[in-house]
């Protein structure tokens, strides 16, 4: 080979809810060379809701994309295809030429519309006798399409496409308005079982009724979007012709990249949502009314439990107990996280008493929820409550885990870990012991670009099965092992304490809600 022979590249863009980052990644899954570009994740115009300017992800993909350039010409020169992950349930109006028409809906917004379907006659009257009427308006009211076409029906009527984040800047990149199957995730027309737009009479298509016409054409993961188009040449520098293949949401790219094939084994997301999520042929809610979403796997299902601002916690932590770790690791050029386990390497593990239920949110099995902690005495100190607060993460990624083998009769057998805090080796030895089962960290954390980098080899028929392209491609490079000591004393506080703890505190939760009036 030549010394000035360049092998091709792979261009992922993981576009998150704080940040964008664009990697170039080898035909082995090296990490070659990235950039990040940081952002607020919403601006607030009213108390609840959640919105940013779509423009800013297109403007973050094109910065990023200049600046590779600029620190890896060869590299990036050598481009052979470029593949979009994207955070989910974040919605964007768009006209003909595809510019919004208004801001972003992002997935943390909390405004409520009003229910669409069931709320007359003897539908209602049955609905009612059944129990579900109010599961059925929860789903409903929180469909951002729904509050658009109440609250301002001007926009609805010049949307002339409305898309996931992904299918915005597939757009901006191939001029085509075609999405991935397994990036449609949230209160959209989806039909989960088919992977295909539903139908006028299924539930879906009721509950969130886009005219077919305003949605993009779906075409599967690891299947050609389109092209780089010229206007896309001039902006960021791919040459006019790379291909663009479809990938999917960033924790379903994120399980892929982590190596998840089958259903024995599992990827934790150490994200600011917090998953569990595996891999399986079949359909299966693992809560009731909470689908199993399209995986990046053509055809197959990813069951998922999430926990609601999850690894958020940490970012809450710093700000609130830890100006002093953040500001020493910004003077040694290291990650917050390299400080903070510190403060887990100098307690033990249950943090002596100290148990945090991590509930920052309601969700669809614990619709009261509220965050807890317990167990408080005069020998706690901010490194018990650091401690505690990623064993409470564990402990309900556990729990998760356990309603998803429930569901699928299969025991999980091997567990990978990704997201930021899986940097921390000491966070992963912690849920190793909580799982008791083993910790696979891949060689890189940016494992949802991974995923996408992955799907991307796979359609440019580098590898002949997307398991030769994950064999080829992902690499572990820890493995943490459960300490038995540790593990005995975590399954007796998950069981007799921890698992607990919602059934007994729910009431009292209820009336916080009722004396306060938080949450609305």
Same mark, same amino acid.
């Given at each position: 080979?030549?010394?000035?022979?360049?092998?091709?590249?792979?261009?992922?863009?993981?576009?998150?809810?704080?940040?964008?980052?664009?990697?170039?990644?080898?035909?082995?899954?090296?990490?070659?060379?990235?950039?990040?570009?940081?952002?607020?994740?919403?601006?607030?115009?009213? #108390?609840?809701?959640?919105?940013?300017?779509?423009?800013?992800?297109?403007?973050?993909?094109?910065?990023?994309?200049?600046?590779?350039?600029?620190?890896?010409?060869?590299?990036?020169?050598?481009?052979?295809?470029?593949?979009?992950?994207?955070?989910?349930?974040?919605?964007?109006?768009?006209?003909? *030429? @595809?510019?919004?028409?208004?801001?972003?809906?992002?997935?943390?917004?909390?405004?409520?519309?009003?229910?669409?379907?069931?709320?007359?006659?003897?539908?209602?009257?049955?609905?009612?006798?059944?129990?579900?009427?109010?599961?059925?308006?929860?789903?409903?009211?929180?469909?951002?399409?729904?509050?658009?076409?109440?609250?301002?029906?001007?926009?609805?009527?010049?949307?002339?496409?409305?898309?996931?984040?992904?299918?915005?800047?597939?757009?901006?990149?191939?001029?085509?308005?075609?999405?991935?199957?397994?990036?449609?995730?949230?209160?959209?027309?989806?039909?989960? *079982?088919?992977?295909?737009?539903?139908? $006028?009479?299924?539930?879906?298509?009721?509950?969130?009724?886009?005219?077919?016409?305003?949605?993009?054409?779906?075409?599967?993961?690891?299947?050609?979007?389109?092209?780089?188009?010229?206007?896309?040449?001039?902006?960021?520098?791919?040459?006019?012709?790379?291909?663009?293949?479809?990938?999917?949401? $960033?924790?379903?790219?994120?399980?892929?990249?982590?190596?998840?094939?089958?259903?024995?084994?599992?990827?934790?997301?150490?994200?600011?949502?917090?998953?569990?999520?595996?891999?399986?042929?079949?359909?299966?809610?693992?809560?009731?009314?909470?689908?199993?979403?399209?995986?990046?796997?053509?055809?197959?299902?990813?069951?998922?439990?999430?926990?609601?601002?999850?690894?958020?916690?940490?970012?809450?932590?710093?700000?609130?107990?830890?100006?002093?770790?953040?500001?020493?690791?910004?003077?040694?050029?290291?990650?917050?996280?390299?400080?903070?386990?510190?403060?887990?390497?100098?307690?033990?593990? +249950?943090?002596? +008493?100290?148990?945090?239920?991590?509930?920052?949110?309601?969700?669809?099995?614990?619709?009261?929820?509220?965050?807890?902690?317990?167990?408080?005495?005069?020998?706690?100190?901010?490194?018990?409550?650091?401690?505690?607060?990623?064993?409470?993460? @564990?402990?309900?990624?556990?729990?998760?885990?356990?309603?998803?083998?429930?569901?699928? @009769?299969?025991?999980?057998?091997?567990?990978?870990?990704?997201?930021?805090?899986?940097? #921390?080796?000491?966070?992963?030895?912690?849920?190793?012991?909580?799982?008791?089962?083993?910790?696979?960290?891949?060689?890189?954390?940016?494992?949802?670009?991974? +995923?996408?980098?992955?799907?991307?080899? *796979?359609?440019?028929?580098?590898?002949?099965?997307? $398991?030769?392209?994950?064999?080829?491609?992902?690499?572990?490079?820890?493995?943490?092992?459960?300490?038995?000591?540790?593990?005995?004393?975590?399954?007796?506080?998950?069981?007799?304490?921890?698992?607990?703890?919602?059934?007994?505190?729910?009431?009292?939760?209820?009336?916080?809600?009722?004396?306060?009036?938080?949450?609305?």
């Amino acid at each position: 080979m030549e010394q000035n022979t360049i092998p091709a590249t792979i261009l992922a863009i993981d576009c998150g809810t704080q940040s964008l980052r664009a990697i170039l990644f080898s035909q082995k899954g090296e990490m070659l060379a990235r950039v990040q570009i940081e952002y607020e994740p919403y601006f607030c115009k009213q #108390s609840g809701w959640a919105e940013q300017d779509p423009e800013l992800y297109w403007n973050s993909l094109v910065n990023a994309c200049q600046k590779l350039k600029e620190s890896n010409p060869k590299l990036f020169e050598s481009i052979a295809g470029v593949g979009v992950a994207t955070q989910r349930a974040s919605m964007v109006n768009v006209d003909e *030429k @595809g510019i919004p028409l208004r801001p972003a809906i992002i997935w943390l917004d909390q405004r409520r519309s009003k229910p669409v379907w069931g709320q007359k006659g003897l539908l209602n009257l049955g609905l009612k006798i059944a129990g579900l009427k109010k599961k059925l308006e929860d789903i409903q009211i929180q469909g951002k399409c729904n509050w658009i076409m109440q609250n301002q029906p001007e926009i609805w009527e010049k949307t002339h496409k409305y898309l996931q984040i992904s299918g915005f800047l597939n757009h901006r990149l191939t001029g085509n308005f075609t999405d991935s199957v397994a990036s449609q995730i949230g209160h959209i027309p989806f039909c989960y *079982k088919t992977h295909a737009w539903a139908k $006028d009479h299924q539930l879906a298509k009721k509950f969130f009724p886009i005219e077919k016409d305003k949605l993009p054409t779906l075409v599967p993961p690891g299947d050609l979007l389109g092209t780089i188009s010229s206007q896309a040449e001039r902006q960021i520098g791919i040459k006019k012709g790379t291909p663009v293949i479809a990938c999917g949401s $960033d924790k379903g790219c994120e399980t892929l990249g982590a190596g998840v094939v089958n259903s024995k084994m599992a990827s934790l997301s150490f994200g600011t949502t917090a998953t569990v999520q595996t891999l399986s042929e079949k359909y299966i809610e693992p809560i009731k009314y909470l689908p199993a979403y399209p995986a990046s796997v053509p055809g197959f299902y990813n069951p998922e439990i999430e926990i609601f601002r999850g690894f958020w916690m940490i970012t809450w932590f710093k700000n609130e107990f830890a100006y002093k770790e953040v500001e020493q690791a910004k003077k040694m050029g290291i990650p917050a996280e390299e400080v903070l386990n510190q403060c887990l390497e100098r307690t033990q593990p +249950g943090a002596m +008493g100290l148990i945090v239920q991590p509930y920052w949110g309601p969700g669809l099995d614990h619709p009261d929820a509220k965050g807890a902690m317990i167990g408080f005495g005069d020998v706690h100190t901010k490194d018990h409550i650091y401690r505690a607060v990623i064993e409470g993460l @564990g402990f309900a990624l556990w729990e998760g885990m356990e309603k998803i083998q429930d569901k699928t @009769g299969i025991k999980i057998e091997k567990v990978a870990v990704s997201g930021g805090a899986s940097q #921390s080796d000491e966070i992963c030895r912690i849920t190793a012991d909580i799982f008791n089962l083993p910790m696979v960290k891949g060689q890189t954390h940016e494992t949802s670009g991974l +995923g996408a980098a992955i799907l991307v080899a *796979k359609g440019l028929g580098w590898f002949s099965s997307l $398991d030769e392209t994950v064999e080829n491609m992902v690499h572990a490079k820890k493995i943490f092992e459960p300490n038995q000591k540790h593990v005995q004393i975590y399954k007796a506080l998950y069981s007799r304490v921890y698992a607990k703890m919602y059934s007994v505190l729910e009431p009292l939760y209820s009336q916080i809600r009722e004396i306060t009036g938080y949450p609305k």
